[in-house]
């Protein structure tokens, strides 16, 4: 077995010092291992990191990551198994994607989905019967308005009105794009074609001081989303201003008439007054997947992991796992 990192627990006593409206921590893990033999097939200079990505699928947690290793020369994704919290056990090539951000396995169609985000181009795209990717809907990232200052696709999900969603990571005005693509039953996909666009109200600005310069590295900006109930969204935003990482989670309400979506912040991932134990702090990460997982004693179960970059000195790979609470009993 290795280690990567080292272990962090923390029970769900250690949420009532931040009073989330809807979800409360039960565990924090920065340490993963993995059988000798998982890595052994894999070219040697093939890391674990980078992960960008997390879905649960048939009891275990799948991470893939946006690249192979820190390098502007191999851009493929790989793909990690986790059968349970931290136990890796299967590692494999995604497919030959590159600079996948997001993936999803979806029941109806029964195939593979992810974002992926790269110099030229960002959209969404999926594994065919044959396991070749194909895309959905590509946009370039150097000429388009919704691409600006390096703002591609990172997150990706299904709701239960059978359709598909994405959402690009930020924009320069008062509002970000999310698309809404329809299930047809007769080619066993969505159609892009008949998209409906939605305006997520957001800040770019939200963490970033009036003198600083936004661009494509500093300022706020969407992760990942997902279904939370019918016709709603929970919606992750991460903003940097350089120095610090904020992180919250929103509920996101899609309206029946007209684009305008409202939004209701539902949890921060707050640096101060929250303590691990040893006088450590759990400062928010890179946080860039999220996933539901299997319920427990009847409460949802939210998986979030931060991708580290390949810089095991400034970032680690963080998965979080956080319970859903009943507001009602909480609250009194």
């Given at each position: 077995m290795n280690k990567f990192l080292i272990v962090f627990l923390f029970s769900s006593f250690w949420a009532n010092a931040q009073t989330p409206k809807n979800f409360e921590f039960i565990k924090a893990d920065s340490s993963f291992n993995w059988p000798t033999d998982v890595f052994s097939f894999l070219p040697p200079e093939i890391k674990f990191g980078g992960i960008s990505g997390i879905e649960f699928y048939?009891?275990?947690?799948?991470?893939?990551?946006?690249?192979?290793?820190?390098?502007?020369?191999?851009?493929?994704?790989?793909?990690?198994?986790?059968?349970?919290?931290?136990?890796i056990s299967a590692a494999f090539k995604f497919f030959g994607v590159d600079n996948a951000e997001s993936i999803r396995f979806d029941n109806l169609s029964q195939k593979m989905f992810y974002a992926f985000e790269r110099e030229d181009s960002t959209g969404i795209g999926y594994t065919n019967e044959n396991n070749i990717p194909t895309n959905l809907v590509a946009f370039s990232m150097k000429n388009d308005t919704l691409t600006a200052e390096n703002r591609g696709i990172e997150s990706l999900c299904f709701d239960e009105n059978k359709n598909l969603w994405f959402a690009f990571e930020s924009s320069l005005g008062s509002s970000v794009s999310l698309f809404q693509c329809p299930y047809e039953a007769t080619t066993n996909n969505y159609n892009y074609k008949k998209k409906k666009v939605f305006q997520y109200p957001f800040d770019a600005r939200s963490c970033i001081k009036?003198?600083?310069?936004?661009?494509?590295?500093?300022?706020?900006?969407?992760?990942?989303?997902?279904?939370?109930?019918?016709?709603?969204?929970?919606?992750?935003?991460?903003?940097?201003?350089?120095?610090?990482?904020?992180?919250?989670?929103?509920?996101?309400?899609?309206?029946?008439?007209?684009?305008?979506?409202?939004?209701?912040?539902?949890?921060?991932?707050?640096?101060?007054?929250?303590?691990?134990?040893q006088g450590h702090a759990l400062r928010p990460d890179n946080f860039e997947g999220m996933a539901w997982g299997k319920e427990e004693d009847g409460r949802r179960i939210l998986y979030v992991i931060s991708d580290d970059n390949f810089s095991p000195k400034r970032q680690r790979t963080l998965l979080l796992k956080l319970r859903e609470v009943d507001i009602q009993k909480s609250d009194k």
């Amino acid at each position: 077995m290795n280690k990567f990192l080292i272990v962090f627990l923390f029970s769900s006593f250690w949420a009532n010092a931040q009073t989330p409206k809807n979800f409360e921590f039960i565990k924090a893990d920065s340490s993963f291992n993995w059988p000798t033999d998982v890595f052994s097939f894999l070219p040697p200079e093939i890391k674990f990191g980078g992960i960008s990505g997390i879905e649960f699928y048939n009891n275990a947690l799948f991470l893939v990551s946006d690249r192979a290793f820190k390098s502007d020369t191999n851009q493929n994704s790989y793909l990690f198994k986790m059968d349970a919290v931290g136990q890796i056990s299967a590692a494999f090539k995604f497919f030959g994607v590159d600079n996948a951000e997001s993936i999803r396995f979806d029941n109806l169609s029964q195939k593979m989905f992810y974002a992926f985000e790269r110099e030229d181009s960002t959209g969404i795209g999926y594994t065919n019967e044959n396991n070749i990717p194909t895309n959905l809907v590509a946009f370039s990232m150097k000429n388009d308005t919704l691409t600006a200052e390096n703002r591609g696709i990172e997150s990706l999900c299904f709701d239960e009105n059978k359709n598909l969603w994405f959402a690009f990571e930020s924009s320069l005005g008062s509002s970000v794009s999310l698309f809404q693509c329809p299930y047809e039953a007769t080619t066993n996909n969505y159609n892009y074609k008949k998209k409906k666009v939605f305006q997520y109200p957001f800040d770019a600005r939200s963490c970033i001081k009036s003198e600083q310069v936004l661009n494509g590295n500093v300022g706020n900006g969407i992760t990942e989303i997902l279904p939370f109930e019918n016709n709603k969204l929970l919606v992750m935003e991460r903003c940097f201003d350089g120095s610090f990482i904020t992180m919250r989670l929103f509920v996101a309400s899609i309206p029946s008439i007209g684009s305008s979506i409202s939004k209701e912040q539902v949890f921060e991932f707050s640096i101060k007054n929250e303590l691990l134990g040893q006088g450590h702090a759990l400062r928010p990460d890179n946080f860039e997947g999220m996933a539901w997982g299997k319920e427990e004693d009847g409460r949802r179960i939210l998986y979030v992991i931060s991708d580290d970059n390949f810089s095991p000195k400034r970032q680690r790979t963080l998965l979080l796992k956080l319970r859903e609470v009943d507001i009602q009993k909480s609250d009194k």
